[in-house]
């Protein structure tokens, strides 16, 4: 999409648009969206470096978000900003968190360094207009708001609030064809699917190759597979129109449901404030909890990913479009209940030139998602919050860890140099190593402190003189430092209580009303559960566990601290008594020497914890067979608080929580939550049905739409779609519509748009076949005036779903506005824009053909009586656009010039 608007105004014919704003580009853009409130644009300009990864689609170097009026830049992000890889992140915890295999691997068996690619594919906002998502050429989507904080206002760097990673969860097994398949109907019996796995499943797979992989015999080698985004769609549940009747199942649903939404973040009402300091900002967004079910739908080349709430990866699936290779973008509609996901591939021409058409449309289908949209709704919440509240944790943990050593490092120096003067007077004899010389020096200070200046310390006296003599430690800059020391532990206990414990509180907190409402759930309906009472039950155990553990270890915490400060006092006391030997008895350096002795309380202490073994889990083991995160201070004084915080350490289950620490405690409630989430994946995997919707004749162009139906025999106004048939006393009713409009070449040369309107009936046939049953679409066809080539076609609609505040009310009736399709046309020299209400078309019958979950569309022969949309000039010279079959159905006419595209 290029802009250039330098034409001459005086040649312009008469606009029935209202000009709004008029903009230059210098550089193509690639991918753009409009706001659903109509008041923002997303544009992503530029022209990125293409990664290496056999994608063929446009990538732009930055992403801008301009308000339409005033042109205000809100959001501005660079190339560097274009990837889902942030700096200090991990994607390990990411993809686990998501189920996802390992990395994807090229030809070569060689992965794909996802650091270096950069660039946006697409764009798309969420329902309520606060949130764009931005595809990504590494094959991510970066959400962010466009809405600005009060930090932001202080010169705040921006921060996205979450990026998801699209990884190969399905493994397509389909051997590549010289020729397409007919009709493009796919084998589903050659597709085979990756469960979800854990983090540890996702290492191993890494390691090693999948049977299935090594017996694979391709006739041709497959072209390396691109992750990058090419299509996405964001689209909130609406209900269905008032006028059709409620099951007895969906009253009880909803009537249930008024009571469950109760359950939903209740905690916020008694939990302490800072629980919630993460989700307080975000409440007013799709991110809430309590707003309605959405459903997030990113596609790349190969795959097709759902994600509730944009964070909650329900399903993922092959889209098996032909020729992969040559795909630049995929256009995506979901149904008005989130239940089905039509598609369409954007093919790039052929090496002649040759523009390439698909000729159908997939469809998938998941009816369990709309039956199950209030227990998602649950579940979504509970995702987003649990692995929120869990990645808060660790990021915790990992702070502490690194304020803990900063704390310590003073300390570690001084001793590192004592262990240096131990080696030089041949007290130790062996290398550096925290655990050997801690242990040494733990040795050598008792044997100090219960012995003294005597010939039992032997040379270590020497040493210790000379360590206790050195200018550094001199009593005013061990007071400092001593000061120093103390504030950094007393800061890092509190915010582990503060950012930590709080957390994992809440965790506690959720993990059990979640349990309680799946236990609920199994006994109210035993026959559609999700999740499994036991997997849900673990979870609350080792989130129990979890904080248990936490627990313990602040009281090791508190434990050390109070080491730290015994040790700092007798460091200072046995400095000052060392300097004030040899000298007269009425020195200043003897009168510090008392006034500084070390209480015999302190000594006590101090020789307790140095003749006590370490405070440690039995079983504390390392990835890598080493314990080298441990400091050496806290050796010394007996509690390696690191081993509880370490990213690398972990430990087996043993019978008691004493065999646990803080990380692997944390690992065991990450894992129990994947296998909550799994289990619902699993489910929703197994109910997908991937549907092929074909075209007997073929097209130039094709848009997708889906609409509300209503349960009317005669329209009776505006909010829905009812059709007008042209046949007697017929009437066709459907919960929705699939519209999929085609320009198509007619048997004289010309153009004819083609409308065809699905009922949702006739998916839930192709799904389960009933005999007897005729299957039945509507069809529409108008002539394109001589003269005239489409070049583009596009659905213009208001669904009457979006709103920039979440809204829980199930009653609330969804009424659709404004309903058009819009043609960029080719008339002469001029490329003009036609806006087309289509609502008043008179549509016709036509029967279907479904065979294995194929349906086939065939088009009504020309009788010669199809309309013709064409430009007319009125009697004042006016040029408008109308329909020569319809007076009432005014449309309206911009034009272009032919320097526009």
Known sequence: MTMDETADESQSAPQHFTPIQTRRFRTPIPCWSLCPSMDLLGLGSGSAEAAATGCCVAAADSVTVYRIVSWQRLLALSNKELTSHEEGGDDDWDLAEDGCRAPVKTNDDESINHDSIHGATSLTWSPDGRLIAIGLQDGGVLIRSVEVSEKEDEGEEKKSMHIIRTAFHAREEVTVEEKPPRNNVVDLKKITFSPGVTRSMAAKQQRDETPESKEATPQ?????????????????????????????????????????????????????????????????????????????????????????????????????????????????????????????????????????????????????????RFDLQILAASYRSIFSRLKSVKIGMQSALVSWGSALRPLDMKFQ???????????????????????AIREELLRFILSGRSTVVGDASNA???????????????????????????????KLRTTVQSEIRALVYETDELYGIIKTHEVTAADSILVEVDVALKLYTTSRILFLTFERFMAHVVDARSRVNDFLAWIRGTATEIRAR??????????????????????????????????????????????????????????????????????????????????????????????????????????????????????????????????YDEPLGDGYFSPQINADNMHLHSPYWI??????????????????????????????????????????????????????????????????????????????????????????????????????????????????????????????????????TDEEGESNLKSKYTDDNQLALLSFFSDLT
């Not at 290398?431 to 050997?436: A, G, I, K, R, Y």
């Not at 009922?759 to 005036?785: F, K, W, Y």
């Not at 005239?788 to 009653?811: H, K, Q, R, T």
């Not at 806006?835 to 008179?842: D, G, I, L, T």
């Open 464 to 494: 210790l003189d000379q360590f206790f003599t050195r200018a550094d430690m001199h009593d005013q800059l061990l007071l400092r430092e001593a000061g120093g020391i103390k504030a950094s532990l007393g800061s890092i206990e509190s």
């Open 220 to 372: 041709k080698k497959q072209p390396s597979r691109s992750t990058a985004v090419i299509g996405m769609t964001w689209k909130r549940v609406a209900p269905y129109h008032s006028s059709w009747p409620l099951s007895s199942d969906e009253w009880e649903r909803r009537e249930s449901w008024k009571y469950t939404s109760q359950l939903i973040h209740r905690g916020n009402k008694f939990l302490p404030p800072e629980c919630y300091h993460n989700t307080a900002a975000n409440e007013k967004n799709l991110f809430s909890p309590l707003a309605h079910l959405n459903v997030l739908c990113v596609a790349t080349q190969n795959e097709l990913h759902w994600y509730l709430q944009s964070r909650y990866r329900i399903m993922s699936n092959t889209l098996n479009f032909w020729s992969p290779s040559s795909i630049k973008g995929v256009n995506m509609v979901c149904s008005p209940d989130l239940s089905t996901v039509l598609c369409v591939a954007e093919h790039q021409p052929d090496e002649k030139g040759t523009p390439i058409f698909s000729s159908g449309v997939r469809v998938f289908s998941c009816p369990l998602l709309a039956s199950k």
């Open 417 to 439: 140099r004592l262990f240096q003067l131990f080696r030089n007077y041949n007290v130790v004899t062996t290398d550096f190593e925290v655990s050997s010389t801690s242990q």
């Open 582 to 711: 040899g000298t007269a008895a009425d020195s200043i350096l003897r009168q510090h020497a008392r006034d500084r002795r070390c209480p015999h309380g302190v000594v006590c202490r101090v020789s307790d914890f140095l003749s006590t073994p370490m405070q440690s889990p039995n079983q504390c083991i390392t990835n890598d067979g080493n314990l080298d995160h441990r400091k050496l201070t806290e050796c010394i004084i007996g509690v390696p608080l690191s081993d509880n915080l370490a990213a690398n350490t972990s430990t087996s289950v043993g019978p008691s929580i004493g065999e646990l620490t803080l990380n692997s405690a944390h690992l065991n409630t990450f894992h129990a939550a994947a296998a909550v989430f799994d289990q619902p994946r699993n489910i929703f995997s197994r109910s997908l049905y991937d549907l092929h919707l074909t075209f007997v004749v073929e097209h130039k162009l094709i848009a997708l739409h889906t609409r509300i139906g209503a349960n």
């Open 739 to 872: 519209f999929v409009a085609r320009i198509i070449t007619s048997s004289d040369g010309g153009n004819v748009l083609e409308i065809n309107a699905i009922p949702s009936d006739v998916l839930d046939n192709a799904i389960e076949p009933t005999e007897g049953t005729i299957h039945v679409c509507l069809q529409a066809h108008l002539r394109i005036d001589d003269g005239c080539e489409v070049l583009s076609m596009a659905f213009y609609s208001d669904d009457g779903n979006s709103s920039l505040s979440p809204n829980l009310d199930i009653d609330a009736e969804s009424m659709e506005g404004r309903q058009s399709l819009g043609l960029i046309v080719k008339n002469g020299m001029n490329e003009e824009l036609w806006k087309f209400q289509y609502n008043n078309v008179f549509f016709e019958l036509c029967d279907l053909d479904m065979d294995n979950r194929a349906i086939r569309i065939s088009t009504k022969a020309d009788q010669g009586d199809w309309p013709i949309l064409s430009t007319i």
